[in-house]
T-cell receptor, first 113, second 112 residues
Framework: GENVEQHPSTLSVQEGDSAVIKCTYS??????FPWYKQELGKRPQLIID?????GEKKDQRIAVTLNKTAKHFSLHITETQPEDSAVYFC????????????FGKGTHLIIQP | NAGVTQTPKFRVLKTGQSMTLLCAQD?????MYWYRQDPGMGLRLIHY???????AKGEVPDGYNVSRLKKQNFLLGLESAAPSQTSVYFC???????????FGPGTRLTVL
């Protein structure tokens, strides 16, 4: 089955700096890669996703890049703000299919004022 | 439009007791999922369903049973709860052929 590795487990950055979280996946059949943000005690919230036919996607301060050959994808957050502090999860699946998501173990992002 | 809802929000059980968690969605989604979230482990898939009357095992199905008698509801049962099942349980749903899964608010279960 699919295996998703996520690094780092904790990331502390100064407010206004950029943050990068990286994930690798094992199953070359996976073609859908979402990123979720989870605040303490809340449900995961989708913040951005990408399909394997696209190399990069951007939404305001958030971007995701995908390298299918190397089987890795990354989340980039620019101009970080205090409200960006949360746990971020990457995931992979066969998009459009019935299979569930395989998640990474999460990155605790801390924005230092 | 409530989206995905879960009942109950919190529950404490003693070892050996049974209970059922209810997930309901009003988006007419075909696919529904149950995940558990443990500290440092991310979310892991327990069971899923592609439609009324169908269920399938996920990554960590042992100790759980599920049923999907109605399209809008997906039940997760623990027949004999164990401390290892202490976790936060999330339900999710999505359209057949779609990508995005929509998550419920979660149920925090403690087994003593």
């Amino acid at each position: 089955g699919e295996n998703v590795e996520q690094h780092p487990s904790t990331l502390s950055v100064q407010e206004g700096d950029s943050a990068v979280i990286k994930c690798t996946y094992s199953d070359s059949a996976s073609n859908y890669f979402p990123w979720y943000k989870q605040e303490l005690g809340k449900r995961p919230q989708l913040i951005i996703d990408i399909r394997s036919n696209v190399g990069e996607k951007k939404d305001q301060r958030i971007a995701v890049t995908l390298n299918k050959t190397a089987k890795h994808f990354s989340l980039h957050i620019t101009e970080t703000q205090p409200e960006d502090s949360a746990v971020y999860f990457c995931a992979a699946s066969l998009g459009g299919g019935a299979d569930g998501l395989t998640f990474g173990k999460g990155t605790h992002l801390i924005i230092q004022p | 439009n409530a989206g995905v809802t879960q009942t109950p929000k919190f529950r404490v059980l003693k070892t050996g007791q049974s209970m059922t968690l209810l997930c309901a969605q009003d988006m007419n989604h075909e696919y529904m999922y149950w995940y558990r979230q443990d500290p440092g482990m991310g979310l892991r898939l327990i069971h899923y369903s592609v439609g009324e009357g169908t269920t399938a095992k996920g990554e960590v199905p042992d100790g759980y049973n599920v049923s999907r008698l109605k399209k809008q509801n997906f039940l997760l049962g623990l027949e004999s709860a164990a401390p290892s099942q202490t976790s936060v349980y999330f339900c999710a749903s999505k359209l057949a052929g779609g990508d995005e899964q929509f998550f419920g608010p979660g149920t925090r279960l403690t087994v003593l």
